[in-house]
């Protein structure tokens, strides 16, 4: 990770997306920063969709060194942004903006994010099949990171748009089967894969809609079950997960381990050892 000079002139960083009050990456970083004794400020940046344009002009104008992105923004930045990281590419979504003098960059840390929520999973993760649920920003991600690492991945979303545009922009890879499934997920979907991935805001606390999982029996200890929602930890899904025998794997898990990776684009550093989960880990 290269060095990012801090300068007197960018002593902000934020996050923008809609809604962001439940995000708890402010918390996290600020405390990083804190403790490396860096005197910056970490914002939180709610923004509408029709201003979003005018949003990231703002980085441009203001003090800011960088902001996350977060839903519902992952992708629609990418066309506001002057290049975009091969990470960025590879994931089709952007979660890291950082201002390079006069240029914005496009980043992605949510592939990294995720897949070490599979660091004691190694040997099912290369026999899985995955179901990963949703087709925004954050599963775009996922897909990527998934693809060399597991047999077959099949999406299903709300949004067929979606779901085939994440496909479509998917590179070809020869080891593992892609596939687009049909809207609703079906105790059939279950019982076929044997790593589910939650990769919408389904569960997350003030979400309207709070189940997507069709019947909570089709789960079992060969399942792996990984919600990226982190607010609450305990999600419907990872509730009726744990209940019924499956391995679970919490969206703070990916969390941490994508704003360690963003903080160090931020500031050239890493965060202290487990500042960021400890603080998140009494924030829950």
């Not at 902001?67 to 089709?92: F, G, W």
């Not at 690492?149 to 709300?158: G, I, T, Y």
């Not at 499934?181 to 805001?201: E, F, G, K, Q, Y």
């Not at 189940?211 to 929602?229: M, S």
């Amino acid at each position: 990770m290269k060095n990012q000079d801090q300068t007197n002139t960018n002593l902000l960083l934020g996050i923008l997306g809609n809604p962001v009050s439940h995000s708890l990456s402010p918390k996290m970083h600020q405390a990083a920063l804190d403790a490396l004794g860096i005197s910056m400020q970490y914002l939180y940046l709610p923004v509408s969709s029709n201003h979003l344009a005018m949003a990231v002009s703002g980085i441009r104008a203001f003090p800011l060194r960088g902001v996350n992105v977060t839903i519902p923004y992952k992708q629609a930045v990418m066309s506001h942004l002057d290049r975009l990281d091969a990470t960025a590419q590879e994931a089709n979504a952007v979660n890291v903006i950082l201002k390079e003098g006069e240029c914005l960059s496009g980043y992605n840390t949510d592939i990294a994010g995720f897949m070490a929520g599979f660091s004691n999973h190694s040997e099912a993760l290369a026999s899985g099949r995955v179901l990963v649920v949703g087709a925004g920003g954050a599963a775009a991600a996922i897909v990527a990171g998934l693809m060399r690492r597991v047999q077959a991945v099949s999406v299903v979303a709300r949004d067929v748009g979606k779901a085939r545009n994440l496909l479509s922009m998917t590179k070809a890879n020869t080891h593992c089967q892609i596939a687009e499934l049909p809207w609703p997920v079906t105790s059939a979907m279950i019982a076929n894969h044997t790593i589910i991935v939650n990769a919408t805001p389904i569960g997350m606390h003030g979400f309207s809609v709070k189940k997507w999982l069709p019947d909570t029996a089709v789960l079992g200890p060969n399942h792996i079950c990984y919600d990226t929602v982190y607010t609450p930890q305990h999600t419907p899904f990872l509730i009726a997960a744990q209940a019924h025998g499956a391995q679970c794997i919490y969206g703070k898990t990916m969390l941490v381990g994508q704003g360690e990776v963003a903080f160090e684009y931020f500031t050239g550093q890493r965060p202290p050892e487990g500042l960021m989960r400890t603080v998140l880990d009494a924030s829950l």
